[in-house]
T-cell receptor, first 115, second 114 residues
Framework: EAQVTQNPRYLITVTGKKLTVTCSQN?????MSWYRQDPGLGLRQIYY???????DKGDVPEGYKVSRKEKRNFPLILESPSPNQTSLYFC??????????????FGEGSRLTVL | DQQVKQNSPSLSVQEGRISILNCDYT??????FLWYKKYPAEGPTFLIS?????DKNEDGRFTVFLNKSAKHLSLHIVPSQPGDSAVYFC?????????????FGPGTSLSVIP
C-alpha cells in the first residue's frame, strides 16, 4: 500500500529535550516536505527536500532541522523543543512538484506537545 | 500576511443541498490551485485542482471555479452528503516560478447535517 508513515503519532515532551519525528514514504517520491498545522493558520511549510541531500527552508524553519540521506526518509529534528512548537505536524511527499503540480500525499500526522 | 485566505472558518449545510467553500489569494504568480480534504486524526487528502488556464474543473459531485481577475476560487459540492463533513484546505502554487512551495489557507470546517 502506497503511504507516508510518521512516527510517533503522539508525543508529550519537555522543553529542551531533543526529539526526532520520522517520516518514510514507499512511493519512490523525489519531493518531501514537513508542515505544521495550527488553529487559524492552516498548514505552514517548515522544510522541504527536492531530492536526496537537497533540503531547503520553508516558511517557518526556526527551531527545526531536517536531513535527507535516503530518498524514502525525511526526519524532522527538534534540537531544543519549546512550547511554541506544540503543534500537529504532517509529512508529505510527491513524485516531483513540477510534474505533480502540488498534489501532495500526506502522512497521518504527529501531535506534539512541549511542556 | 496570508497569501491564501479562507474567510469562513466553518460552514453548515443540510444534506442534499449545495456546499460552497470560498478561497481568495493575493499572489498573482499563483497558477495552480488545489483543494484538500481532512478528516479528524487523518492527514489531508487531495480532492481536486485547477490550472490558471481554466475557469472550471469538475469531478463528480465536486466542482472548482476560478476567477483570476478577482483572485478567487470556490469549491462546490452538490449534493452534499454527511460524509463530506471535514476540514477543507485551499492551496496554491506558482508552478512557473517556484514549484517547490505549496501555500495553504487556514481551512474551512464543513458540517453536513443529515
Amino acid at each position: 500500500e502506497a503511504q507516508v508513515t510518521q512516527n510517533p503519532r503522539y508525543l508529550i515532551t519537555v522543553t529542551g529535550k531533543k526529539l526526532t519525528v520520522t517520516c518514510s514514504q514507499n512511493m519512490n517520491h523525489e519531493y518531501m516536505s514537513w508542515y505544521r498545522q495550527d488553529p487559524g493558520l492552516g498548514l505552514r511549510q517548515i522544510y522541504y527536500s527536492m531530492n536526496v541531500e537537497v533540503t531547503d527552508k520553508g516558511d517557518v524553519p526556526e527551531g527545526y532541522k531536517v536531513s535527507r540521506k535516503e530518498k524514502r526518509n525525511f526526519p524532522l529534528i527538534l534540537e531544543s523543543p519549546s512550547p511554541n512548537q506544540t503543534s500537529l505536524y504532517f509529512c508529505a511527499s510527491t513524485p516531483g512538484l513540477a510534474g505533480a503540480r502540488g498534489e501532495l500525499f500526506f502522512g497521518e500526522g504527529s501531535r506534539l506537545t512541549v511542556l | 500576511d496570508q497569501q491564501v485566505k479562507q474567510n469562513s472558518p466553518s460552514l453548515s449545510v443540510q444534506e442534499g443541498r449545495i456546499s460552497i467553500l470560498n478561497c481568495d489569494y493575493t499572489n498573482s504568480m499563483f497558477d495552480y490551485f488545489l483543494w484538500y480534504k481532512k478528516y479528524p486524526a487523518e492527514g489531508p487528502t487531495f480532492l481536486i485542482s485547477i490550472s490558471s488556464i481554466k475557469d472550471k474543473n469538475e469531478d463528480g459531485r465536486f466542482t472548482v471555479f476560478l476567477n483570476k481577475s478577482a483572485k478567487h476560487l470556490s469549491l462546490h459540492i452538490v449534493p452534499s452528503q454527511p460524509g463530506d463533513s471535514a476540514v477543507y484546505f485551499c492551496a496554491a502554487s506558482a508552478q512557473k516560478t517556484s514549484y517547490d512551495k505549496v501555500i495553504f489557507g487556514p481551512g474551512t470546517s464543513l458540517s453536513v447535517i443529515p
